[in-house]
């Protein structure tokens, strides 16, 4: 049974850092790419991050270039958003997906697995 588990949410003042971490399980994930979305209360899930299979191509959102880095360890399966400068626009929860397309998309729709999500809180 695959499984895609995100860890790393928390509270942190608008300036500060996090790391969400997505390990994934069931299954091996060497040849899918990676997304991370969120969505705040009452509005759409929307696009943050992704990797393609390879590592060798990311895309983000215009918001959070610069700011956010996606990573991958295909040895532990796990994929990884680093968020500097946080803002408190940045709260939401965070979501991991996989797509066995393997290049990376900006559409929820191309994802074939989902985490559960992990809360991101940025105060003012």
């Known amino acids: 049974q695959v499984q895609l588990v995100e860890s790393g949410g928390g509270l942190v003042q608008a300036g500060g850092s996090l790391r969400l971490s997505c390990a994934a399980s069931?299954?091996?994930?060497?040849?899918?790419?990676w997304g991370w979305f969120r969505q705040a209360p009452g509005k759409e899930r929307e696009f943050v991050a992704a990797?393609?299979?390879?590592?060798?191509?990311?895309y983000y959102e215009d918001s959070v270039k610069g700011r956010f880095t996606i990573s991958r360890d295909n040895a532990k399966n796990t994929v990884y958003l680093q968020m500097n400068s946080l803002k408190p626009d940045d709260t939401a929860v965070y979501y991991c997906?996989?797509?066995?397309?393997?290049?990376?998309?900006?559409?929820?729709?191309?994802?074939?697995?989902w985490g559960q999500g992990t809360q991101v809180t940025v105060s003012s």
């Open positions: 069931g299954r091996t994930f060497r040849s899918y790419a």
């Open positions: 990797i393609s299979w390879s590592g060798d191509t990311t």
């Open positions: 997906a996989a797509d066995s397309a393997g290049y990376g998309s900006t559409w929820l729709s191309s994802y074939d697995y």
